[in-house]
């Protein structure tokens, strides 16, 4: 068990990314994610995540950026009550900005609201569908929710989109190996 919660806090660390500061709209992101997939090796797979994450945690609104860096402040202070109001007040501030709805799913899932971090994650994904940060952190929801199947299914969603990516694989061969009783 000790195995699999550290598993799911390294599948933490890709769903609620590293603080940066475009949105996914920008036009640079298309080159970013074919460079992604094709990416050899992780080193150069986590270089290109980390521009995307810049591009995805910034917004044309000054205001919106202040909220940012507050939520993850309070994030990383888990202060997640705090954290949680301070997204809300994001992703009314800016509905269609897809990293406001990601990481007020994070900060459901890191409080244990299962259902209120899917719900966020289909948002991000209608917004944003290679959004490989959600589509691991679904896979997260669903090992909490103890729906193993799911979990498998959207971390290979997850590598689809960037299949150097090492939490949805960890995670997903800890779940194969529980599954078929070995020793994780």
């Known amino acids: 068990m000790r195995f699999l ?15 940066a500061s475009a949105d996914q709209n920008d036009p640079q992101l298309d080159g970013l ?15 290109i995540e980390r521009r995307i994450w810049i591009v995805w945690t910034r917004h044309d609104d000054a205001a919106v950026n202040g909220l940012m860096r507050t939520g993850l402040g309070q994030m990383e202070r888990r202060d997640y009550g705090a954290a949680l ?31 209120e971090s899917l719900s966020d994650i289909e ?9 490989f940060g959600a589509l691991s952190g679904r896979g997260l929801v669903y ?15 997850a590598l ?3 299949p150097q990516m090492v939490g949805p694989r960890v995670n997903s061969e800890a779940i194969r190996k529980m599954r078929e009783g070995r020793a994780i």
């Open 5 to 19: 919660i550290a598993i799911l806090m390294l599948g933490a660390v890709s769903f609620s990314s590293p603080p």
């Open 33 to 47: 994610f074919q460079r992604l997939h094709d990416a050899p090796n992780v080193a150069d797979a986590r270089r």
């Open 85 to 115: 109001d301070t997204f809300q007040a994001m992703v009314d501030l800016a509905p269609e900005f897809a990293e406001a709805w990601n990481k007020r799913a994070t900060v459901h899932w890191l409080l244990g609201h299962y259902q």
């Open 123 to 131: 948002r991000t994904l209608s917004l944003e569908p290679r959004h």
């Open 143 to 157: 090992i909490g929710l103890e729906e193993w199947d799911l979990a498998l299914e959207a971390f290979q969603n």
């Open 160 to 162: 689809e989109v960037y």
